[in-house]
């Protein structure tokens, strides 16, 4: 790229943080916010139409929708809930570790973040592999145990749980891909690359898109786990 | 567009001397072409590839062509038939139109109409380049092992329980290319609101903007929908997760709502970049403001809205209610409405203008007339009574081809034409250009105007014979013939547009005389665009009659007669041969 730095009239490689094509840190922290809700406004839509798919099969199959959900163990749901809520709380606080230039502090919060989504996926792991057990994935021998269905339609259960296998794995993508994001912004932190610690905005960045996984699982937990009684 | 510099001790932009190094020759290594983070390189990467894409597209197309000319078909059986016309519909769809103008021209322009080194996110910009790769390349892995039989809408069932093709390996492909896409989309509108040079308003943006950014608007919106769903058909092909199983109560059709919820916004990722290429060619080649402005712009916002409300029309024979298939209807119809907005302000635009009838001109002036007949039969598709009839005909065929190759592709090839100066610092032969941009439109009319008239008596679509009907057979040799001539016609520029890397002569910065911030950097271009960010001062199309009347006046004050030019060329002759 040394024909950039030569075809430049003005003066600005002093900043290590800034790129090339950017005319001062404003512009380019203003892009990258900017960018990132473009980004999560692909993600609503994303996810928008499973939630659009599962409320249509709701509303068709209420009731063995209701029957087939009450095998799924709510308090792990809730613990997970809490569990993200929390990281959640700890993102922010990342964050404005970052502000104030904290290195030990962001290290810190994003450090029980990781801790807590990897203790969301090992619960998460739990929850599945007894689903497992109780042949209720999809596919050929979903439901021969036909106790855990609680009477509701195989068929209408089989929806069920394809929509419940179907969000929640990608949520959980989401949540792995997250896991590494922020790997990838401790070991900046770490090596006081200038990257992160010239501004809080790469953090920030990290920081919307975990608040964004945590959303998305707000929405799945009461859709999945705490149905009323039709 | 008046332009000076932030620096006051270079007088104007347009004065900066032409640099030695430019994008193209700053570095010859292969490495600093498939690691560049530069947009007018990857924009020219883009170009290589979906010209590859086109050409295998193109191939299919001549092989359904071919099939047809016979009632009883004779080369293909049945099933390599699907296989043909879906490889047709799904490379042409994803590989091509869909990536062929933002990605190729978009990506070019975007910056340097605005005024910017680079795209917001350069290396965004690349990893989509790559995306596009890995996804074509699933596609073409999956094709050439077996193929699809599904066509390239992959409703199901055909596509989840009934296709013991490759569906899976070429979903997960298009599902890549998808994100290709959007990180593009990112890309055009971050680059839009924050890289805009100083004084660059949104007014002052030229209409190729307007339309890139309703463009962005559009793929971020409207892709990661159609990804999920066939997300969904992946998963049910390969974790047996259920979503649109029919026989365990869920709803196939279901399916074709989310898929044409993108899939209808989808044409207009086509052909949204395609006005906006159309508004800076009949504004220069007609040297003259264009019409209505504002209009123009905001009717490619208004398209960009409105598309999303009109998926319904591809399904008033699948299920839907009655009152349902009247609201579509209606909001299809409204479509019309910015639409030929924008064909009247282009008109309007030739009116009194100062036409020059270059080969970008030919495109454009071809666009207008294909473009208003694709658009008017699309009202008859969009009309519930008329819709019954000829849905799943060749005339529907025929619509969405006079739409997406008279209009997209006409649009691309204009596009390509005007700004190849600029691209490549070469210029093209004119005279054959220009000839082959007539061939392009009447090829392209022989084509798919017998189809509108063989789908209205009944051809329907997606067979690959008619014996029960042979009085088609002329309709359709029409139709082989022009398809024919319509391939020449693509084969032409990329012979003399390749010849011309090496041989054409050496382009001005402005070779067209026209306006706006792309011409008033070098051709090609350097690496950071400008040596000096400009500084925006006035609107885009402020061609002065005035001036231009002088200037044509001084233009024609210093060419030398013909007659006297040959003579001082064939003394130089002369004297060489001493």
């Not at chain 2, 093709?165 to 994100?179: E, P, R, Y």
């Not at chain 2, 929908?225 to 279901?254: K, N």
């Not at chain 2, 712009?297 to 009655?322: K, N, P, T």
Request: charged content about 10%; proline content about 5%.
């Amino acid at each position: 790229m040394a024909a950039i730095a030569s075809d430049h009239g003005h003066g600005h490689g002093h900043d290590e943080a800034l790129h090339h094509q950017f005319e001062d840190m404003e512009q380019q922290n203003d892009s990258y916010i900017v960018g990132m809700w473009t980004f999560l406004v692909t993600e609503v839509m994303f996810f928008g139409a499973l939630f659009l798919i599962y409320t249509l099969y709701r509303s068709m199959y209420q009731l063995d929708f209701y029957l087939a959900h009450k095998v799924l163990d709510t308090r792990m749901g809730m613990i997970n809930t809490f569990v993200l809520l929390f990281s959640s709380f700890t993102v922010a606080m990342s964050v404005r570790f970052a502000q104030l230039q904290n290195r030990m502090g962001v290290l810190a919060m994003l450090g029980i973040t990781q801790i807590c989504a990897g203790t969301f996926m090992v619960i998460k792991y739990f929850e599945y592999q007894e689903k497992f057990g109780h042949h209720l994935y999809p596919g050929p021998g979903f439901g021969s145990s036909p106790s855990y269905l609680n009477g509701a339609s195989p068929n209408f259960a089989q929806l069920y749980f394809g929509l419940y296998f179907g969000m929640t794995g990608l949520h959980g993508l989401h949540v792995l891909i997250g896991m590494i994001v922020i790997g990838y912004l401790m070991a900046k932190w770490w090596r006081n690359s200038p990257m992160v610690t010239k501004d809080y905005i790469p953090t920030e960045l990290v920081g919307l898109y975990w608040h964004f996984v945590d959303l998305v699982w707000i929405f799945l937990f009461p859709l999945m786990y705490l149905m009323p009684k039709p | 567009m008046s332009a000076i510099p932030a620096d006051p001790n270079v007088t104007a932009v347009s004065a900066t001397p032409r640099t030695e190094t430019n994008y193209l020759n700053a570095d010859w290594s292969i490495k600093s072409w498939l690691l560049t983070g530069d947009h007018k390189r990857i924009g020219i990467l883009y170009l290589v590839t979906v010209s590859f894409f086109f050409f295998l597209g193109s191939i299919a197309a001549g092989l359904i062509r071919y099939e047809l000319t016979a009632p009883a078909g004779f080369i293909l059986e049945s099933e390599t038939y699907n296989k043909v016309f879906s490889a047709h519909g799904i490379i042409m769809v994803f590989l091509f139109l869909i990536v062929a103008i933002p990605a190729i021209l978009g990506n070019f322009l975007l910056p340097l109409m605005i005024g910017a080194r680079d795209m917001a996110f350069p290396r965004l910009n690349l990893l989509s380049w790559y995306l596009f790769m890995i996804g074509g390349a699933c596609i073409m892995g999956g094709m050439i092992n077996g193929g699809v039989d599904s066509g390239w809408t992959f409703y199901v069932p055909y596509s989840s329980m009934y296709a013991n093709s490759n569906v899976t390996m070429v979903l997960t492909g298009i599902f890549i290319a998808g994100f290709s896409s959007i990180t593009t989309g990112i890309n055009f509108i971050v680059t839009t609101h924050k890289m805009r040079a100083p004084g660059m308003t949104w007014f002052r943006l030229p209409l190729m903007v307007w339309a890139l950014y309703a463009t962005g608007v559009v793929i971020i919106l409207g892709t990661p929908v159609v990804a999920v769903t066939l997300l969904c058909i992946i998963f049910e092909r390969v974790f047996h997760l259920p979503i649109f199983s029919a026989e365990l109560g869920g709803d196939p059709v279901l399916f074709q709502h989310l898929f044409w919820f993108y899939s209808h916004p989808a044409v207009y990722i086509m052909i949204l970049p395609a006005f906006g290429v159309q508004s800076e060619l009949i504004a220069n080649f007609a040297r003259k403001r264009v019409f209505g402005y504002h209009l123009i712009a905001f009717s490619s916002l208004a398209i960009a809205g409105l598309g999303f409300l009109v998926w319904g029309h591809h399904m008033f024979i699948s299920s839907e209610s009655m009152y349902q298939g009247v609201v579509f209807s209606l909001i299809s119809f409204l479509v019309a409405i910015p639409s030929a907005i924008k064909v009247f302000n282009w008109t309007a635009t030739l009116y009194k203008g100062n036409i020059r009838l270059q080969t970008p001109m030919i495109y454009a002036l071809g666009f207008i007339g294909l473009f208003t007949i694709g658009g008017l039969t699309g009202l008859f598709l969009g009309c519930l009574g008329t819709d019954v009839h000829l849905t799943n005909t060749y005339f529907i065929v025929a619509h969405f081809h006079y739409v997406m190759v008279g209009g997209a592709v006409t649009a691309f090839l204009g596009g390509l034409h005007y700004w190849w100066p600029k691209m490549t610092g070469r210029l093209y032969p004119e005279s054959i250009a220009k000839w082959n941009a007539v061939l392009v439109f009447i090829g392209f009319n022989l084509t798919f105007f017998p189809q509108f008239i063989v789908g209205f008596m009944g051809m329907p679509r997606r067979y690959h014979y008619y014996y029960f009907a042979p009085e088609f057979q002329p309709y359709h040799i029409m139709s082989t013939l022009g398809s024919t001539v319509l391939a020449l016609s693509f084969i032409i520029p990329g012979l003399y547009l390749t010849r011309s890397l090496t041989k054409g002569a050496k382009a001005s910065a402005n070779p067209w005389g026209a306006h706006g911030l792309e011409w008033e950097t070098s051709s090609p271009p350097p690496t950071s665009n400008f040596l000096q960010i400009p500084v925006v001062l006035d609107e885009v199309y402020d061609f002065d009659p005035v001036t231009e009347h002088e200037q044509d006046k001084a233009a024609q004050a210093l060419e030398v007669p013909s007659y006297l030019s040959n003579e001082a060329k064939s003394i130089e002759s002369e004297k060489e041969k001493r």
